[in-house]
């Protein structure tokens, strides 16, 4: 099922940088992927706030990345994460910038396809401009692209600028406004054919190869509007952007970002041989919702993000094709789920620790979170249940959440005693 590409994304361990008395208001980088040595060069200032006295360091994860250049005292670097002492400690709420310049080469986090022209970033940020990769720490993003000219770019919220160097290159500038955990921070880069439509303010825009025709990426993406209706409807909260990209680049991508989503080449395909196999589109779309809007606090609680965005893609796929598309996708999420289960490996929702997860675990994630998310609905009956997502998703928009969170806010809309179900089903 298609679901299974995309659990592949979180594949590797998650090392963060340990918890800090700041807090990270926006990230502004200048960043200059070069396609051809599948490498980048950048500076990035960070603003923060410090939310105690006296603070003299700060620590953010960096991968592989090279440090050349910090605006302090000093730095140093242990594996992944890059510590930097203050020139001058920070008083309590006092607000501070750091520039930090950086090269590399990264293993992962960016695709680059140079025989296509084609670079894309994926989970996770760290590994192409030092940040903070908690899922908590919510900020707002200014993103700098220096490009060779003539290729479609997409960055996160609104291109508030684009101008021609004297290199043969082009500046675009993207602002993201809305504060957002940073792995949904990105850009895509491609020789793509652009297709835009505007419905009901939001501009959606397709960017797909030029071996589509305009025609065919219309087919291909023409239930997003339906889509945004649906979701909007569940959710209660209007979509947070003007526009929302839908990128088709080469190798399977399958990753939610702020305002965008990469694909793949093959989605595409897939979806004209097929016009009822969207599953991955409706997935993606969800997100921008429930996973991004409204985030899991720690990866302990990925569920929050993924089982509720797969039971939504299920819901999706019932109003799109009826009950019975909807019962085939809960089935098989059960079915997937009591197969880990029956071999021993399952676990709780709400994991102990999600820093080197299992396939099984990612399953559990996805598909148990899932079909525990229809039992919730079963138990609820379908007004209480809609209303509680509703009252939820309005509660905790632009928030992080825990599972706790989500518990109390479904325990307090449907006036019903929950604690046997999570019992049960999520601990």
């Not at 590409?5 to 940088?17: G, K, R, V």
């Not at 025989?115 to 899922?135: G, H, L, R």
């Not at 071996?211 to 979701?231: P, T």
């Not at 929050?304 to 819901?315: D, P, Q, R």
Request: charged share 30%.
């Amino acid at each position: 099922m298609k679901r299974l590409f995309i659990l592949l994304i979180f594949f590797f361990s998650f090392t963060l940088a340990k918890a800090q008395s700041i807090d990270i208001l926006q990230y502004s980088a200048k960043i200059e992927p070069d396609i051809s040595n599948k490498s980048v060069k950048g500076k990035v200032a960070v603003e923060f706030k410090s939310l105690t006295d006296n603070l003299t360091e700060i620590s953010l994860n960096a991968g592989a990345l090279e440090i050349d250049k910090v605006s302090e005292k000093s730095f140093q670097k242990k594996e992944s994460i890059l510590i930097i002492t203050l020139a001058k400690p920070a008083k309590l709420n006092e607000k501070r910038f750091i520039e930090i310049e950086y090269h590399g080469v990264p293993k992962y986090g960016i695709r680059f396809f140079p025989e296509q022209n084609q670079v894309y970033t994926v989970f996770s940020t760290s590994q192409w401009m030092p940040c903070a990769d908690a899922p908590s720490d919510r900020a707002k993003f200014r993103l700098e692209l220096i490009l060779p000219k003539d290729l479609q770019v997409v960055g996160n919220g609104d291109l508030v600028k684009q101008s021609k160097l004297s290199n043969n290159k082009i500046s675009s500038v993207w602002e993201e406004k809305n504060e957002n955990p940073t792995y949904l921070f990105g850009f895509a880069i491609g020789n793509f054919r652009e297709v835009i439509e505007n419905y009901k303010g939001v501009n959606f825009r397709y960017l797909a190869p030029i071996s589509y025709s305009e025609a065919e990426i219309k087919k291909i993406f023409q239930n997003s509007k339906d889509m945004l209706d649906f979701y909007e409807s569940k959710a209660g909260v209007k979509y947070a952007e003007k526009t929302y990209t839908q990128v088709l680049p080469m190798k399977s991508a399958e990753q939610e970002m702020a305002s965008f989503t990469v694909l793949s080449e093959n989605y595409g395909k897939e979806v004209l041989q097929d016009e009822k196999d969207i599953w991955l589109g409706a997935h993606e779309f969800s997100h921008q919702w429930w996973g991004n809007s409204v985030t899991n606090q720690a990866w302990t609680h990925f569920w929050l993000n993924e089982g509720v965005a797969t039971f939504m893609t299920a819901a999706y796929l019932e109003h799109r094709f009826g009950r019975e598309e909807y019962l085939r996708q809960i089935n098989g999420a059960k079915a997937n789920y009591e197969k880990v289960r029956d071999a021993g490996k399952d676990k709780p929702l709400v994991f102990p620790d999600w820093n080197k997860p299992t396939r099984e675990d990612r399953i559990l994630v996805y598909d148990k979170g899932a079909y525990v998310t229809h039992l919730l609905r079963e138990e609820l009956g379908e007004e209480k249940f809609w209303q509680a997502l509703k009252d939820y998703t309005r509660k905790y928009w632009g928030k992080s959440v825990t599972t706790k969170d989500f518990q109390a806010s479904f325990e307090k809309s449907s006036g019903k005693d929950l604690s046997e179900f999570f019992k049960k089903w999520i601990y």
